[in-house]
């Protein structure tokens, strides 16, 4: 699989979450399990979304926003963290020339 459907098809848990449809835990477990697409990334990139995923499961916790916590600003952590993902994946992709 490429790793652009990766992303589309973690955009689409994303959007998911944000709709109430899914919980985060799902997201988190789907976003870590995607070992190969963070082996084509710089290791920054997992250390990010490990430390947006450790904070999102923390705000699970919690039935309401906190201060400490606030789950739509951790999901929209995490849907900046996959453009940015998108982004650097299409500027390391080969150039094809015709």
């Known amino acids: 699989m ?3 459907d990766t992303l589309d098809r973690l955009a689409t848990r994303l959007a998911d979450v944000r709709a ?3 919980d985060s835990a ?5 976003l870590r399990a995607e070992t190969a697409l ?3 990334l710089p290791p920054r990139f997992g ?3 490990e430390e947006v995923a450790t904070r999102l499961e923390s705000a699970s916790l919690f039935t309401e926003e906190s ?3 606030s789950q739509r600003d951790l ?6 963290w ?6 650097k994946l299409d500027q390391n992709a080969p150039v094809n020339n015709p």
């Open 67 to 69: 201060c400490s916590f």
């Open 2 to 4: 490429r790793h652009s």
């Open 20 to 22: 109430g449809r899914a």
């Open 47 to 49: 250390v990010a979304l």
């Open 26 to 30: 799902a997201l988190i477990a789907a």
């Open 82 to 87: 996959i453009n940015h993902a998108g982004a």
């Open 38 to 40: 963070l082996a084509a």
């Open 75 to 80: 999901v929209d952590a995490l849907a900046e």
